[in-house]
């Protein structure tokens, strides 16, 4: 009898994370930006994101699930979005206005999704992120990113 509880369970833990996180790939802001390898770094953080929601959520009730999985898939949505903006700043004139807000929103949708203080590495994080954008490093910015972004949700 347990064995079919749990098989129930994890039958519908997949069918959400497939009603959750398909609208994440369908939507193209959240790559435009990057390399085909960034593109897929990417979409693997955010798709256990959006597993991790799933699989905590699979035994609730749909009324209770559902606000819990749309506040984290847009969370994710949201925080991919920004990394791929963020990439897109390098190489372009500097517009630290643009920067900041985009950065402060990354940093704004991590909290709303762990639902945790920020962490004293993240201006680690955001400087090396800074500096290697500067230097007009794509790689190195966008592995500076998914460190910040990595060490939040994990």
Do not use: C, Y
């Amino acid at each position: 009898m347990q064995s079919s509880l749990d098989e129930k369970a994890t039958d519908i833990g997949r069918a959400r994370l497939k009603r959750w996180f398909e609208p994440i790939l369908d939507d193209p802001g959240w790559r435009s930006n990057l390399v085909d390898a960034q593109a897929e770094q990417l979409l693997a953080w955010g798709l256990a994101q959006v597993e991790q929601t799933a699989v905590r959520t699979q035994t609730l009730p749909d009324e209770d699930a559902n606000p819990v999985l749309e506040k984290d898939s847009t969370a994710v949505r949201l925080i991919m979005a920004g990394v791929n903006d963020l990439i897109g700043t390098i190489g372009q004139p500097p517009a630290f206005d643009l920067v900041d807000d985009t950065m402060t929103r990354v940093l704004k949708n991590l909290r709303w999704l762990t639902n945790q203080p920020l962490r004293p590495e993240n201006l680690r994080r955001v400087n090396q992120f800074n500096q290697a954008r500067k230097a007009e490093d794509r790689d190195a910015a966008f592995q500076h990113l998914l460190a910040l972004i990595q060490m939040d949700a994990a």
